[in-house]
């Protein structure tokens, strides 16, 4: 069971919690949208962004990064002491996560997506974000590999029941995907399974809104207080 925790933490956890879930819901909207076509791209996930694609798909997946983060921070402050070394790690590895994938997209949203919009893409090749097979790529999937590698520590932080329990689960869950996040670039049929993020991610913020939403609050012995 986690310990009791701050109003500040309650609050901070329970909207980065909520915040991640918006985020990632809106990135998998976009992406299915993208795979079918509707963003001007060929379909599938082998076809290169278009300028508009590139926007829609990166702005909450920027976004993402960072109240990711927090939140890990946050469900760290649940930790009992037996337990903060694994959340320590699950914040090493969301702040390594959240800086990878804040430079892939602010990259592509500042420099390369205006670029490909005027027609001038010399020189800036090497930045083109191309699915399994640019250096921009390989960045990413590298950070959703830490992404995942810090829910499967964050998920030893909580050894209760109920709602302890089922954010456990899709923490464990989650973090399961690594082999096929991080080795996609070797063989492209496992994005499939690595699709699987679009299940066990939100499942795991939603959860964690509902346990900081239920934790039980620090009580503050006010007759100290002078």
């Known amino acids: 069971?986690?310990?009791?925790?701050?109003?500040?933490?309650r609050m901070v956890g329970f909207w980065s919690a909520v915040l991640a879930t918006v985020f990632s819901l809106v990135y998998i909207v976009s992406q299915l949208a993208e795979w079918v076509g509707w963003l001007?791209?060929?379909?599938?996930?082998?076809s290169a962004s278009t300028p508009m694609g590139l926007v829609v798909l990166l702005?909450?997946?920027l976004f993402l990064g960072s109240s990711f983060l927090v939140l890990v921070v946050s469900v760290h402050q649940l930790a009992a002491p037996d337990r903060s070394v694994w959340s320590h790690a699950a914040v090493a590895f969301a702040t390594a996560y959240a800086v990878l994938i804040s430079i892939v997209y602010f990259v592509q949203l500042t420099l390369v997506a205006p670029r490909i919009a005027q027609g001038r893409t010399a020189g800036i090749e090497i930045l083109m974000f191309v699915p399994f097979d640019s250096f921009l790529y390989a960045v990413d999937i590298l950070g959703y590999s830490f992404m995942s590698v810090s829910t499967l520590f964050a998920a030893q932080v909580?050894?209760?029941?109920?709602i302890e329990r089922v954010a456990r689960f899709w923490l464990t869950a989650n973090g399961m995907l690594i082999p096929f996040l991080a080795l996609q670039m070797y063989f492209h049929p496992l994005i499939w399974i690595a699709s699987l993020w679009a299940v066990t991610f939100p499942?795991?913020?939603l959860s964690?809104?509902?346990l900081f939403h239920r934790a039980s609050p620090v009580l503050?012995?006010?007759s100290n207080m002078e």
Not at 1 to 9: D, E, I, L
Not at 158 to 162: A, M, T
């Open 40 to 46: 001007g791209s060929k379909g599938g996930p082998e």
């Open 59 to 61: 702005t909450p997946s």
């Open 158 to 162: 909580l050894n209760g029941k109920g």
């Open 203 to 205: 499942a795991s913020t």
């Open 220 to 222: 503050t012995n006010f």
């Open 1 to 9: 069971m986690v310990n009791p925790v701050s109003q500040s933490t």
């Open 208 to 210: 964690l809104a509902v």
